[in-house]
Nanobody
Framework: QVQVVESGGGSVQAGGSLRLSCATS????????VGWFRQAPGKGREFVGY????????KVADPVKGRFTISRDNAKSTVYLQMNSLKSEDTAVYHC??????????????????WGQGTQVTVSS
């Protein structure tokens, strides 16, 4: 079984920064791909970015490109989402999810097997 726990959310003013953490436990083969998704009130779950097992490949969504970066520390079984130049539209619950490496579109939430409870990010203008 895999456990996924997000942390690091909070309230920040526009232009500020936050770093979210996603700690995973379980067999490494089940957490090779780690994705970040967010859900704002009244909206569906939106892709933010993902990172592959070695950290060599990352992808972030266009709305956050140039502001958000993803990294991972495999020794700590933790993935980070560094969020800079935050905007009010970044306000959402941010979820971390994992899956094994394989076929499929890693930008789609339904492709991920294990999810955390989420952490709230609130950006005030």
């Amino acid at each position: 079984q895999v456990q996924v726990v997000e942390s690091g959310g909070g309230s920040v003013q526009a232009g500020g920064s936050l770093r979210l953490s996603c700690a995973t436990s379980g067999h490494p083969s089940l957490t090779q791909i780690v994705g970040w998704f967010r859900q704002a009130p009244g909206k569906g779950r939106e892709f933010v970015g993902y990172i592959t097992s070695g950290g060599a490949n990352t992808k972030v969504a266009d709305p956050v490109k140039g502001r958000f970066t993803i990294s991972r520390d495999n020794a700590k079984s933790t993935v980070y989402l560094q969020m800079n130049s935050l905007k009010s539209e970044d306000t959402a619950v941010y979820h971390c999810a994992t899956r094994p490496r394989g076929s499929g579109d890693y930008t789609l939430a339904r492709q991920f097997n294990y999810w955390g409870q989420g952490t709230q990010v609130t950006v005030s203008s």
